[in-house]
């Protein structure tokens, strides 16, 4: 059964004080891993795609990697407006849903 | 429309009451799907729809949980007999065929 594990759960970082959000996921082939970021009372929006290990994307202060076992979101010099909760997912070949782990909390303090 | 549209945004419900939750989604997307969300934890897959055809139904709780997409376009998850464990938001994403979901903002439905 896929399995998608996020942690740490909530992270507090003072503006500009640069960090990293881990995704470790089980499934049995990988058709996609997805990131998401998810304001209070609104749905995910979608952020990137990775498809293979060594896999990378940027946007903005957000660089997302890839490995067989695990994903990293890098999050440079977050600013107030980066607090959000961000949410991992996977999809299975041959699937269409995706499997979401419980998402990390991130605080940005000013 | 510009987005994935659902109504309503909130709803209170009895215990023992029937609710049905409505997704527009985007125009010409094929794929429609149905999540739960409970309070601090990740979207649960409950159902998916290719058009009109239902796909995948394995994430539906119980047999009270119902979905329908009759025409291809506009979803109703229908909820019977509702219970205080259905509290939760309930999103719908669209998506064109093998591309990344949109999802709307949800319903959050509480059961009293």
């Known amino acids: 059964e896929d399995q998608v594990t996020q942690s740490p759960e909530a992270l507090r970082l003072q503006e500009g004080e640069s960090s990293s959000l881990n995704c470790s996921y089980t499934v049995s082939g990988l058709r996609g891993l997805f990131w998401y970021r998810q304001d209070p009372g609104k749905g995910p929006e979608f952020l990137f795609t990775l498809y293979s290990a060594g896999e990378e994307k940027e946007k903005e202060r957000l660089k997302a990697t890839l490995t067989k076992k695990e994903s990293f979101l890098h999050i440079t010099a977050p600013k107030p407006e980066d607090s959000a909760t961000y949410l991992c997912?996977?999809?299975?070949?041959?699937?269409?849903?995706?499997?979401f782990g419980q998402g990390t909390r991130l605080t940005i303090n000013p | 429309g510009a987005g994935v549209s659902q109504s309503p945004r909130y709803k209170v419900a009895k215990r023992g009451q029937d609710v049905a939750l409505r997704c527009d989604p985007i125009?010409?997307?094929?794929?429609l799907f149905w999540y739960q969300q409970a309070l601090g934890q990740g979207p649960e897959f409950l159902t998916y729809f290719q058009n009109e055809a239902q796909l995948d139904k394995s994430g539906l709780p119980s047999d009270r949980f119902f979905a329908e997409r009759p025409e291809g376009s506009v979803s109703t998850l229908k909820i019977q007999r509702t219970q205080q464990e259905d509290s939760a938001v309930y999103l719908c994403?669209?998506?064109?065929?093998?591309?990344?979901?949109?999802f709307g903002s949800g319903t959050r439905l509480t059961v009293v």
């Open positions: 997912a996977v999809q299975d070949q041959g699937a269409q849903k995706l499997v």
């Open positions: 125009s010409g997307h094929v794929s």
């Open positions: 994403a669209s998506s064109p065929p093998n591309y990344g979901y949109t």
